[in-house]
T-cell receptor, first 117, second 111 residues
Framework: NAGVTQTPKFQVLKTGQSMTLQCAQD?????MSWYRQDPGMGLRLIHY???????DQGEVPNGYNVSRSTTEDFPLRLLSAAPSQTSVYFC????????????????FGAGSRLTVL | TQLLEQSPQFLSIQEGENLTVYCNSS?????LQWYRQEPGEGPVLLVT?????EVKKLKRLTFQFGDARKDSSLHITAAQPGDTGLYLC???????????FGQGTELSVKP
């Protein structure tokens, strides 16, 4: 059981380039989300999805796009990378559209470290 | 806007000492979670609290949810080097889809 798989693990981009961070889960989870983690800032929510075909914005959505065409996949797209998007990105998923009750566990991937020069 | 304030941000203690980490907000949570994160890995859920005044224990860790559901604390008794890591609180408001994290507490326990 792979859990939440993020690719790539490391990526270096030049300003203005585009790329997609991939996230896949094999647990049939309804809820998926993307966070970025910066020193002293904790994790900040970028976008989230409560099911296939449904996405919504988090705290810091600007500069990022998402889509959820299947239950398993939730890619995060950077259309024109900026140095301010240098960060570690985490994808997380949970069974059920409300992942915050005691019965549900939010499972995180291992992270993708992105550097924008 | 940072809705969750964690304190302290850094904590360095000796093995065997006790410590408390605080998580505060001006807003009411429908639920609150505590996570632990090690370098190079994603956060791992420790506990979820949903009822005001609730206390949960996980071995040497005690988690408390404030009566008004605006604050929480994590107390570690007799800390060990294996407790070293980043501790994060995360709150959910109005049972929506957003889980908002505090800025984290970096704990170092020295032998």
């Amino acid at each position: 059981n792979a859990g939440v798989t993020q690719t790539p693990k490391f990526q270096v981009l030049k300003t203005g380039q585009s790329m997609t961070l991939q996230c896949a889960q094999d647990m049939n989870h309804e809820y998926m989300s993307w966070y970025r983690q910066d020193p002293g800032m904790g994790l900040r929510l970028i976008h989230y999805s409560v099911g296939a075909g449904i996405t919504d914005q988090g705290e810091v959505p600007n500069g990022y796009n998402v889509s959820r065409s299947t239950t398993e996949d939730f890619p995060l797209r950077l259309l024109s990378a900026a140095p301010s998007q240098t960060s570690v990105y985490f994808c997380a998923s949970s069974y059920g559209a409300k992942p915050f009750s005691g019965a549900n566990v939010l499972t995180f991937g291992a992270g993708s470290r992105l550097t924008v020069l | 806007t940072q809705l969750l304030e964690q304190s302290p941000q850094f904590l360095s203690i000796q093995e065997g000492e006790n410590l408390t980490v605080y998580c505060n907000s001006s807003s009411v949570f429908s639920s609150l979670q505590w996570y632990r994160q090690e370098p190079g890995e994603g956060p791992v859920l420790l506990v979820t609290v949903v009822t005001g005044g609730e206390v949960k224990k996980l071995k040497r860790l005690t988690f408390q949810f404030g009566d008004a559901r605006k604050d929480s604390s994590l107390h570690i008794t007799a800390a060990q080097p294996g407790d070293t890591g980043l501790y994060l609180c995360a709150g959910n408001y109005n049972q929506g889809g957003k889980l908002i994290f505090g800025q984290g507490t970096e704990l170092s326990v020295k032998p």
